[in-house]
Nanobody
Framework: QVRPVESGGGLVQAGDSLRISCAAS????????MGWFRQAPGKEREFVAA????????TYADSVKGRFAISRDNAKNAVYLQMNSLKPEDTAVYYC??????????????WGQGTLVTVSS
């Protein structure tokens, strides 16, 4: 089981960049695809990006494609999300999780505490 701890969120201005991190415990980390999800105020949690176990493949939601980049370091059990050209609509709590590549959902059900990203206009 992968147990994630997200960090790196904060308050930025529109157009700024920010990188958030996820430290995941669990011996199976390097065997799982990992993903980022987000939940904006008053909205349901949504898929943002995912990266395969070997980091050979990535996939993104249309709303962030070309602006966000997901990466991972299996030696550190870490996943990162580089967010560029941030927009106010990117404001949300961001979560990482082991992901089902086909359904783009959290394969283990449980969520960490997330990290809040606030983008001011």
């Amino acid at each position: 089981q992968v147990r994630p701890v997200e960090s790196g969120g904060g308050l930025v201005q529109a157009g700024d960049s920010l990188r958030i991190s996820c430290a995941a415990s669990g011996r199976t980390f390097s065997t799982y695809a990992m993903g980022w999800f987000r939940q904006a105020p008053g909205k349901e949690r949504e898929f943002v990006a995912a990266i395969s176990a070997s980091a050979g493949r990535t996939t993104y939601a249309d709303s962030v494609k070309g602006r966000f980049a997901i990466s991972r370091d299996n030696a550190k059990n870490a996943v990162y999300l580089q967010m560029n050209s941030l927009k106010p609509e990117d404001t949300a709590v961001y979560y990482c999780a082991a992901v089902n590549w086909v359904t783009k959902t959290n394969r283990e059900g449980a969520w960490g505490q997330g990290t809040l990203v606030t983008v001011s206009s």
